[in-house]
């Protein structure tokens, strides 16, 4: 009977597997000690494990509570993880460009190169602002449990930093391996050492969005009334300022375009004509992606 139990509990927990485990054997013991309890006074042994699953609640209700605080718990380390990788991404590539001995005079990037290289900055810029996203909102909800709303932003932006983290790095590495084919002694231990870095910092990525995925989906099956006041704390701040680019989404949008656009072509090109496709293209590129992820993200209505 008590195994019949952990057997349910087991297909309905969603957490990683030590811990799965580790619960189920303090259910368990739980369990099999208030059983031994009623014995003692009596009670048959069936009926003494009946009473004490019964005391203790169905096994969906508890792996539900188990599920929410798993994800509670995810919104709070995800913004840490998505840092930490988006660190590594881009130290490896500063490794593997860093320390390549100079071409000699300057020379135009080939276009494989400077459309790769602008591929990979775009994938950053996403990656940023998603994590951003999600640190804003963990921070409101530090000190308060997060709702469904918050757990459902957090599984959407994690897809988004996902995409433009791969984005970079696939980007960032073509760039890289054009790059150093064209130096007539480029060194090949930074350039893998820095591909070591992105690819595997992309791989832990992947693998953490799936868990964390697993683990918000299982808690919004359970569905719960949404809270909307983020308080007056100083951590909120992030939250609500990004509630007032939601208000005027094309003032900021533009804004941001604009500044974005100006940043690219300081690097691009060295000449104004060079550099205003880069340009245009870099604002093109705000505009569609807070057009087209704005509703994701809750960066806008």
């Not at 957490?15 to 099999?32: E, K, M, S, W």
């Not at 993880?81 to 500063?94: D, H």
């Not at 868990?211 to 918000?216: F, G, Q």
Request: charged share 15%.
């Amino acid at each position: 009977m008590i195994d019949e139990y952990l057997a349910q509990l087991r297909a309905a927990l969603r957490v990683p597997r030590r811990r799965r485990d580790r619960i189920l054997d303090d259910v368990g013991d739980h369990l099999a000690d208030a059983a031994d309890r009623l014995q003692q006074e009596g009670l048959d042994p069936d009926v003494a494990r009946q009473r004490a699953i019964s005391a203790f609640g169905p096994a969906m209700l508890i792996a539900e509570q188990i599920n929410r605080d798993a994800a509670i718990a995810t919104v709070r380390r995800a913004p840490l993880a998505m840092a930490a990788s988006g660190v590594v991404v881009v130290a490896g590539f500063l490794i593997a460009t860093v320390a390549q001995p100079s071409p000699g005079l300057p020379k135009p990037a080939g276009l494989v190169r400077q459309i790769a290289f602008f591929a990979g900055i775009v994938g950053l810029q996403l990656a940023v602002v998603a994590g951003g996203r999600v640190l804003a909102r963990a921070a409101a909800r530090w000190r308060t449990r997060p709702t469904w709303s918050d757990l459902g932003l957090v599984r959407r932006a994690t897809f988004v930093f996902l995409g433009g983290l791969l984005a970079t790095t696939t980007g960032w590495t073509i760039a890289l391996v054009d790059a150093v084919g064209g130096l007539p002694n480029g060194r090949l231990a930074p350039l893998v050492a820095g591909l070591v870095m992105m690819i595997g910092a992309s791989l832990a990525a992947i693998l953490g969005c799936a868990r964390w995925r697993r683990t918000v989906e299982s808690a919004l099956a359970a569905p719960e009334a949404d809270g909307s006041d983020m308080g007056n704390s100083v951590l909120a701040m992030p939250e609500r300022i990004i509630r007032a680019m939601a208000a005027q989404p094309w003032l900021f949008g533009a804004s941001a375009a604009l500044l974005a656009a100006l940043a690219v072509m300081s690097w691009a090109e060295t000449t104004v004509v060079g550099a205003l496709p880069w340009g245009a293209a870099e604002a093109t590129v705000v505009a569609v992606g807070y057009v087209w992820l704005g509703p994701a993200l809750e960066l806008r209505t």
